[in-house]
């Protein structure tokens, strides 16, 4: 019998092997990035207080599409929202996920729009 690729557990197993050396402080807050089959969702979080200081995805942007446009326009209003929230620098955590395709987007965009990481 062949054992099948666990696709969902390859992912959390490399998100853990990054989050041990990559944690959120208050002056430099972890920009947490999801993917799922329909959105994308990204989340400025402060591990110490372990508390969500800025959030933004396709589903609150209304984006009827997932794609590297719809990823893009996340990654500009997490910037907004992080610097309203006095945010400009992060730590950039990529959830286990490539950093290619949505996630580079989203990166860039969030870049572009005047957060650094």
Partial sequence: MLKTFDRKGARAKRHRRVRVKLAGTAERPRLSVFRSLNHIYAQVID???ARTLASASTV???SGKNDAA?????GKAIAQAA??????TVVFDRGGFLYHGRIKALAEAAREAGLEF
Avoid: E, P
Wanted: without cysteine; positive net charge.
């Fill in 47 to 49: 591990d110490s207080s």
């Fill in 60 to 62: 609150g942007l209304k």
């Fill in 70 to 74: 719809a990823a893009a326009a996340v």
């Fill in 83 to 88: 610097s309203k929230a006095g945010i400009k």
